[in-house]
T-cell receptor, first 115, second 112 residues
Framework: EAGVAQSPRYKIIEKRQSVAFWCNPISGHATLYWYQQILGQGPKLLIQFQNNGVVDDSQLPKDRFSAERLKGVDSTLKIQPAKLEDSAVYLC?????????????FGSGTRLTVV | AQSVTQLDSQVPVFEEAPVELRCNYSSSVSVYLFWYVQYPNQGLQLLLKYLSGSTLVKGINGFEAEFNKSQTSFHLRKPSVHISDTAEYFCAVIQGAQKLVFGQGTRLTINP
């Protein structure tokens, strides 16, 4: 089965610019997650979708970050405007549901550098 | 809320030596624990998980972990490491029903 696809792999932008990341989960996976991994730290959950509805976005900086999952499949994460501290790897993960039984599958991530 | 603490940010070892990466969790009635590995420029891959039952859990690539309720620990071990084990290792716990919370990570460096 195909894995979780993310694009782009790398992105360099200047501060105050906007950027968008794309994630295509494994077919049939109802749950989709976006994590932010700052260098030297563990991944931190930004937002969790169940189909096309948001389950948890408590740690999403909503003044600059937004995410959507139209039709319950692909998802995009946007940052506008970007700050230097947004430099990180943005990981997408998906699960068919039942985390205990199925766990997550992670994509390779998008490495964002804000200069 | 559930959380995990990884006690070492970096662990250097020699090839073929044993290694232990330490993880402590916040106590709770029920706890479900995971270890993930992240190779350079890749996503996270599941090594093993503890849900219930036997406290000694065996995973991929020769790794195992022991769930210790009295010490609230879930340390990861491998009896003999290889250069290819060089990676970042993350301990994680389920919080709520459907999300993982990760520790800070331990960078394992294997020296020849």
């Amino acid at each position: 089965e195909a894995g979780v696809a993310q694009s782009p792999r790398y992105k360099i932008i200047e501060k105050r610019q906007s950027v968008a990341f794309w994630c295509n989960p494994i077919s049939g996976h109802a749950t989709l997650y976006w994590y932010q991994q700052i260098l030297g730290q563990g991944p931190k959950l930004l937002i969790q979708f169940q189909n096309n509805g948001v389950v948890d976005d408590s740690q999403l900086p909503k003044d600059r970050f937004s995410a959507e999952r139209l039709k319950g499949v692909d998802s995009t994460l946007k940052i506008q405007p970007a700050k230097l501290e947004d430099s990180a790897v943005y990981l997408c993960a998906s699960s068919p549901g039942g985390l205990l039984n199925y766990g997550y599958t992670f994509g390779s991530g998008t490495r964002l550098t804000v200069v | 809320a559930q959380s995990v603490t990884q006690l070492d940010s970096q662990v250097p070892v020699f090839e073929e030596a044993p290694v232990e990466l330490r993880c402590n969790y916040s106590s709770s009635v029920s706890v479900y624990l995971f270890w993930y590995v992240q190779y350079p420029n890749q996503g996270l891959q599941l090594l093993l998980k503890y849900l219930s039952g036997s406290t000694l859990v065996k995973g991929i690539n020769g790794f195992e972990a022991e769930f210790n309720k009295s010490q609230t620990s879930f340390h990861l071990r491998k009896p003999s490491v290889h250069i290819s084990d060089t990676a970042e290792y993350f301990c994680a716990v389920i919080q709520g029903a459907q999300k993982l919370v990760f520790g800070q990570g331990t960078r394992l460096t294997i020296n020849p």
